[in-house]
C-alpha cells in the first residue's frame, strides 16, 4: 500500500529500530526473511526496494545484523550515524553496517527517491565491507549509477518471479554489484587528489590497534593539523577519529563474538586503554554494553 503513514519502534532479536513509512507512489519493496537455501558460500538480501519517500519518512537502525546499501536517484536525504551527518543527493552511494546506529530521512522536506538493499551479514560481505570503509568510509559520492541500479532491478525482478527464490542467481548479482563498489572504491583511492592522506589512512590501519596520538599521525605528514584533518574529511567523507573510532570498533566486535577474551584483553587489543573506553565506544555506536553485544550477537550466530 502506497501512500500509508505509520510510526513504529521495533525492539525484536536485539535489533532497534524506529521509522515513520511515507511511501509514495511508485515504491516497491520485497523481503526476503527466509531464503529457500542456507550456504556460507552465497550472498543474501533481506530486502530490496525501490522507494520514493514523502517528507514525513523517518528510519532508524542500529544493531541489525544486515549491511544497507542506499544509492539516491533524486531529491536529498540526510543520513547520520555517531558523530557524522551528511547531506546525500542523486548519485550518493551509502554503505553501512545495520549495528551502527544510523537514520535515514528526507531533507527539506521534499520527496527522496533511493534504491536500496538490505544484505544479511557473512564473511563474505564482511571483507568487501572492510575494504570499501577503509578507501571510502560509508559515503561515496558521484557513485556509477550503472554499477549498483540494475543489480537492484535484478534482483527485485528475480524475487517477484518466483516462489522459491532462485537463490544462487541473486547471490551471484549480489556478488558481482559488491565487487563493482569494491573496484570503484579502490580505483578512487588510487586516484586520490591528495597521496599524504592515502599515507596516513595506511598508517592508521596499520596501528590502530594500539595507543594512536594525533602527534604520531601529523609526523607522517608536512601538513598542520587543521589542514590534514580538512583533507582528510574531504576524502575519506569522516574524520581521522571518526576512522579510528570505526576500525576498532569493527574489530572489537569481531573479538567479542569469535572468542571468549576477557574485555580488557579486547580494548587493549584495538588500542584503547582501558574497558571504560570500550564501554563508552559500544553504547555511543550500538546503544550496548560489549557484555550486551556478546551476549546478543553471540545468540544469534548459534
Known sequence: MFGAWHYMQVDTMGVKAKFNDDFLKGSLTLYNYNPSVSRSFLIYPQLVGHQIVGPAYYNEVEFGNTYMLNFTVSGSGEFRSPGLTQTVGPG????????LHHSLKPSKGKPWEFYCIHIFDNDIV?????????????????????????????ILDKLEEQTEHDDFAISKVL??????????????AFKSFNPAVDDVVAFIKDNFDKPLPLKAILAKTTYSKNHLERLFKAQMNMTIQEYIFYLRLLRSQELLVSTDMPLKEIADKVGLSEYRS????????TGFSPDEYRRVAGSKKA
Open 92 to 99: 550518493d552511494l551509502i554503505f553501512i553496517h545495520n549495528y
Open 175 to 188: 556478488y558481482n554489484m559488491l565487487a563493482d563498489i569494491t573496484e570503484e572504491a579502490e580505483s578512487r
Open 278 to 285: 570500550l564501554y563508552h565506544m559500544f553504547k555511543k555506536a
Open 126 to 154: 564482511s571483507r568487501f565491507y572492510r575494504s570499501v570503509l577503509a578507501k571510502q568510509g560509508f559515503l561515496i559520492r558521484g557513485f556509477p549509477k550503472q554499477k549498483v541500479v540494475p543489480a537492484i532491478l535484478s
